[in-house]
């Protein structure tokens, strides 16, 4: 069974900072296209952020683009978004996901694209 670990979520004041690790299996993180997705309560899960294997190409979405920077570190399988600027209608439950690279081409921010979860990290912006 393969899990992702999301980790870094907490609580902060509006127009803080937090910065969310994901460690990501090395058999999931050299073969595919990692992300983050949110969910708060009574909404649908969103897409907030994928990057390619390599890391060369990002999608953000519109809500969190100037604000957050999703990035990875290929030698520690490590899945990184930092997040500035946080508002709270931030706060949510984040997810980390990955997806092969054919799926992500297509539909970088799409939770049904997304074949590998983690259990989540909870954001709290108050």
């Known amino acids: 069974h393969v899990q992702l670990v999301e980790s870094g979520g907490g609580s902060v004041q509006v127009g803080g900072s937090l910065r969310l690790f994901c460690a990501v299996p090395?058999?999931?993180?050299?073969?595919?296209?990692p992300g983050w997705f949110r969910q708060a309560p009574g909404k649908e899960r969103e897409g907030v952020a994928a990057?390619?294997?390599?890391?060369?190409?990002?999608h953000y979405a519109d809500s969190v683009k100037g604000r957050y920077t999703i990035s990875q570190d290929n030698a520690k399988n490590t899945l990184y978004l930092q997040m500035n600027s946080l508002k709270p209608e931030d706060a949510a439950m984040y997810y980390c996901?990955?997806?092969?690279?054919?799926?992500?081409?297509?539909?970088?921010?799409?939770?049904?694209?997304?074949?590998?979860w983690g259990q989540g990290t909870q954001v709290t912006v108050s």
């Open positions: 990057i390619s294997v390599g890391g060369g190409i990002t």
């Open positions: 090395e058999s999931i993180f050299s073969t595919n296209c």
């Open positions: 996901a990955a997806t092969l690279a054919v799926a992500y081409l297509s539909r970088p921010l799409d939770k049904n694209a997304y074949h590998y």
